[in-house]
């Protein structure tokens, strides 16, 4: 062996080892140690983060009854939480994950994120689904849940269904008998998080945060993840899907029926409360009015589940970009080489330290 195969089989190993070191998917409890871990939630809320464009609106006539916040969907992966002020998601568990501290891992909660949904009728007020009060109905098994409010003599009709063993939560939206009283305009969905601490190591966490997104054409983008600075872009074209990438968890927005027709994402690292959230992250995408209003209703899924590639690629075209391979053919050799081997290997093995000299 000369100089230049002894460098080369030597850089290899140092890039499989990198490799493997930060971007190995984290195991639940049967694997050995350290978890994907989170700070516990503060006792007292903090403010959300605040998206733009998103003012304040006047609530219209909404479902009579107490407000509910303890109605859930549950499976062997998730526990998410709804309240019927919105007819919304409120927290969402991860059931297999627990925190560094032994915590149960809470990717979101009503302190550190928020959901909202907003249009306006024809004769300018907005309707603003946190504005209002929904009637929630259960589909015997626990599997689904309906939210229904009437506004301006029509009804938001929102169904959410958890499957058995899966992170994908399906969401359809319909309004009903709306179809006339709608402004033609999108409807604009927001999703605002405050990243919470999910390791040891604050500064990688924060810097392995931002939100990736995918066009309709095939083209995939995100937000810097190191920068210091806030961080905002456009969506100039249709998009398939959103996700809020965290270090080892991705909370993901995905259109079925027809994609976004446009938005804006943000993220900051200039967080007021820094000892309890790392990064805000911020998206606001486009809800095409003819889909919402049309008889079947917007079909879309929710995607809250770790950062692993081979779960990731099964959810929407380009949804494993969420799992950065490197780029060109590094990322080639990271997908078809360097993956297929480790997990081949992880079945036989339990631990990662032995599969990574295998590897070298």
């Not at 305009?185 to 998080?193: K, Q, V, Y």
């Not at 405050?194 to 995918?214: G, L, M, P, W, Y």
């Not at 997990?343 to 330290?353: D, K």
């Amino acid at each position: 062996m000369d100089r230049n195969q002894a460098t080369g089989l030597f850089l290899i190993a140092a890039l499989l080892l990198v490799y493997l070191f930060f971007f190995s998917p984290k195991k639940d409890d049967k694997t050995a140690g350290k978890q994907p871990t989170a700070t516990e939630a503060a006792k007292t809320p903090a403010t959300p983060a605040t998206t733009p464009g998103f003012e304040p609106a006047a609530p219209l006539d909404s479902a009579a009854g107490p407000v509910r916040d303890d109605l859930q969907l549950k499976n062997a992966n998730l526990t998410v939480t709804f309240s019927t002020r919105g007819g919304r998601i409120t927290a969402v568990r991860l059931n297999k994950y627990k925190t560094f501290f032994g915590q149960p891992m809470d990717l979101l909660d009503a302190q550190s994120a928020r959901l909202d949904t907003r249009f306006r009728t024809i004769d300018g007020k907005t309707v603003k689904f946190s504005d209002l009060n929904f009637t929630a109905s259960e589909v015997a098994g626990g599997s689904q849940l309906t939210f229904t409010a009437p506004v301006a003599g029509g009804q938001v009709v929102q169904t959410y269904s958890l499957p058995k063993d899966s992170y994908e939560l399906k969401y359809n939206l319909k309004l009903n008998g709306l179809a006339g009283r709608v402004a033609q305009e999108p409807l604009t969905f927001t999703f605002n998080d405050q990243v919470r601490q999910t390791e040891q190591d604050a500064k990688q966490n924060r810097n392995h945060s931002t939100i990736n997104f995918s066009y309709a054409s095939g083209q995939n983008d995100a937000l810097a993840e190191a920068s210091e600075k806030p961080e905002v872009t456009t969506l100039s074209e249709p998009t398939r899907w959103v996700a809020h990438k965290h270090d080892f968890f991705v909370a993901g927005f995905i259109a079925d029926s027809q994609p976004f027709s446009g938005g804006t994402l943000n993220t900051a690292a200039d967080m007021a409360d820094s000892a309890k959230y790392l990064k805000r992250m911020g998206s606001l995408v486009q809800l095409p009015v003819a889909d919402v209003t049309s008889a079947a209703g917007g079909q879309y899924r929710f995607f809250f589940g770790p950062n692993s590639f081979n779960l990731l690629k099964e959810v929407a075209p380009e949804f494993d970009r969420n799992v950065y391979l490197g780029w060109g053919l590094f990322r080639w050799m990271n997908r078809f080489v360097v993956l297929p081997v480790f997990h081949l290997l992880e079945q036989f093995i339990s631990s990662y330290g032995i599969i990574i000299a295998l590897l070298v």
